[in-house]
């Protein structure tokens, strides 16, 4: 089971449309798919449900919120009992073997931040550190827990931030899959992003080696690579303005670039959503909608190559 955190620091970046997509076409492709929204804006849970499905059925608990809730208040609880199977999607995606579970997100979960930061203190420096590993391991002992799943991937769409529930995630993460944008404001916290997790690595890794009498194993999530989206095509390939930036991140050597990149098309990926189904599952004979299509698909084939999935 690979889990693979998807993050950028810069928001409308179109990484949570590649996580949807990106879940749906491996589970079209057999692959048994668990998705977990972290991102409080929920955008990736109403990807599958309604809103209003979504205040019905789990605003009062069943979301990565109440579980993280028992957590603060000293309870056990296990992952399992949170996770869903949105119908619309597996409907479609389960003739081939495959499926998509998920773990929804809630509205207040910038709350739940705020409460995990309380739990770091401790009365001595020794405590200090067990109390540290003990917040920053919580998503990665409740995904330990759900080996039995038999899930091929987890795909955790992140908020564009780096706080205490991002950095729960990246320390479950084997690999980090960064969306961005070709321009200067969305390539330019990359960098920032790459110091960030090397830094919580180091900071995790010397926790754990101090950790007295319990075994923590070390972690080291590493860069997959980053994938452009939002790319506007012409003459067969990405507009001058948008390849400037491509070609500077290439050519700087790390982190690594994806080869395929996403195309553009607005209307049609801002109304996915609606319908429960990314676009990838949706038949077309539209040839704009289809070369978008055709981008996510041969994404999917060259992050399958590279995650190993």
Request: charged share 20%; aromatic share 8%.
């Amino acid at each position: 089971m690979k889990v693979i955190s998807v993050i950028n620091y810069k928001g409308g970046v179109g990484k949570t449309t590649v996580t949807a997509n990106l879940a749906a076409e491996l589970a079209w492709n057999g692959k048994r798919v668990l998705v977990v929204d972290m991102d409080a804006q929920a955008s990736l849970t109403f990807s599958f449900i309604t809103p209003s499905e979504w205040a019905r059925d789990y605003n009062a608990g069943g979301t990565i919120k109440s579980w993280f809730d028992d957590f603060l208040s000293g309870q056990e609880s296990d992952l399992k009992d949170i996770i869903q199977t949105p119908e619309i999607i597996n409907d479609k995606v389960s003739i081939n073997g495959g499926c998509v579970d998920a773990i929804y997100s809630h509205l207040a979960l910038i709350n739940v931040d705020l409460e995990l930061a309380t739990k770091l203190s401790g009365a001595s420096l020794t405590q200090a550190k067990e109390n540290f590993l003990k917040v920053h391991k919580r998503l990665a002992d409740g995904l330990a827990g759900i080996q039995d799943k038999g899930y091929d991937v987890v795909l955790i769409d992140c908020p564009p931030n780096f706080n205490i529930v991002t950095k729960t995630a990246i320390v479950a993460s084997d690999l980090i899959l960064v969306p961005t944008r070709p321009d200067e404001l969305s390539t330019l916290g990359i960098d920032y992003l790459v110091r960030s997790i090397d830094q919580l690595k180091l900071d995790f890794n010397d926790y754990a080696n101090h950790s007295g009498g319990s075994i923590v194993e070390p972690i080291d999530p590493e860069i997959l690579g980053v994938v452009f989206t939002m790319i506007q095509e012409y003459a067969g390939g990405p507009i001058q303005a948008q390849q400037v930036f491509m070609n500077r991140l290439s050519k700087s050597g790390y982190p690594p670039v994806f080869d395929a990149y996403i195309k553009r098309n607005d209307s049609l990926l801002s109304s996915a959503p609606a319908y429960g189904t990314p676009v990838v599952l949706e038949p077309t004979s539209n040839a704009s909608h289809q070369s978008v299509v055709e981008s996510f698909e041969e994404f999917c084939q060259e992050f399958q190559s590279k995650a190993g999935v």
